[in-house]
């Protein structure tokens, strides 16, 4: 799956910053390609107001 970045992290919390960067996402725009399992998609449910999926 990817993942993309598409609001910025400014005023977001520690934790949700830190599973950004965890993911590889530190800029808006920024995009990576990510498994499809349990762990990623529990990063995802917890930045998923700030992320856009696509398979």
Known sequence: MNVK???SLIGSKKD???????LGLF????STQQ?????TQGK????GHLVQVSE
């Open 5 to 7: 970045l598409v609001k």
């Open 16 to 22: 949700q910053i830190a599973t950004a960067h965890a």
């Open 27 to 30: 800029k808006v725009g920024d």
């Open 35 to 39: 498994p499809d399992n349990a762990q």
């Open 44 to 47: 995802i449910k917890k930045i």
